[in-house]
Nanobody, 121 residues
Framework: QVQLVESGGGLVQAGDSLRLSCAAS????????VGWFRQAPGKEREFVSYRSWSGRSTYYADSVKGRFTISRDNAKNTVYLQMNSLKVEDTAIYYCAIGPLSTVVAAYSSWGPGTQVTVSS
């Protein structure tokens, strides 16, 4: 069983940066990748980025490409999402989950509780 816990969210201004963390425990290698997702109020959960556990594969949604970077600290078994040049439209609850190398939300499991990111103008 895999457990994921997100942290690092907060209230920032447009243009600022935040780094989210996803601490993983359990059989994380049971799935090929870890993904970041977000859900804004009144909207469906959407894909943000994924990274294979090996690090050989990463992928980003067009809306965050060039601004967000996914990485991993093997020693801490933690996956990070570095978010730069934040925009108001990045405001959402951010979640991490494990799954295949896919952008399909439903393909992922073991969701963490999420961390709130609020970007003000």
């Amino acid at each position: 069983q895999v457990q994921l816990v997100e942290s690092g969210g907060g209230l920032v201004q447009a243009g600022d940066s935040l780094r989210l963390s996803c601490a993983a425990s359990g059989r994380t290698f049971s799935s090929p990748a870890v993904g970041w997702f977000r859900q804004a109020p009144g909207k469906e959960r959407e894909f943000v980025s994924y990274r294979s556990w090996s690090g050989r594969s990463t992928y980003y949604a067009d809306s965050v490409k060039g601004r967000f970077t996914i990485s991993r600290d093997n020693a801490k078994n933690t996956v990070y999402l570095q978010m730069n040049s934040l925009k108001v439209e990045d405001t959402a609850i951010y979640y991490c989950a494990i799954g295949p190398l896919s952008t399909v939300v439903a393909a992922y499991s073991s969701w963490g509780p999420g961390t709130q990111v609020t970007v003000s103008s």
